[in-house]
């Protein structure tokens, strides 16, 4: 079982920049891979970025590519995302999701955390 809480939301103007923090805990956590999610009012979830355990694999969907990072602590269980050049559209309640094998699909993640939101101002 692994646990996620994440932290870093909340509201900032267009090209401000926020960072998110996942914090794990639960039996071999670090083994895991980490994704990135989010989910706007209307909107089915998305994937924003993945990092493999090991830190050297990293995925971006292509909305985010060269604006968000994604990077993990293993040391500290915890893994971040750097969010910068922030845009209206990024607008949402950003999940960080956990599992063995890296996926794009948010149904094939087993563990999940409560979310946080991000809300970008025009």
């Known amino acids: 079982q692994v646990q996620l809480v994440e932290s870093g939301g909340g509201l900032v103007q267009t090209g401000g920049s926020l960072r998110l923090s996942c914090a794990a805990s639960?039996?071999?956590?670090?083994?895991?891979?980490m994704g990135w999610f989010r989910q706007a009012p209307g909107k089915e979830r998305e994937f924003v970025a993945g990092?493999?355990?090991?830190?050297?694999?990293?995925y971006y969907s292509g909305s985010v590519k060269g604006r968000f990072t994604i990077s993990r602590d293993n040391a500290k269980n915890t893994a971040y995302l750097q969010m910068n050049s922030l845009k209206p559209e990024d607008t949402a309640v950003y999940y960080c999701?956990?599992?063995?094998?890296?996926?794009?699909?948010?149904?094939?993640?087993?563990?999940w955390g409560q979310g946080t939101q991000v809300t970008v101002s025009s």
């Open positions: 999701a956990s599992r063995r094998i890296f996926s794009y699909k948010p149904k094939e993640y087993e563990y």
């Open positions: 639960g039996r071999t956590s670090s083994t895991y891979t």
């Open positions: 990092i493999s355990e090991s830190g050297v694999n990293r």
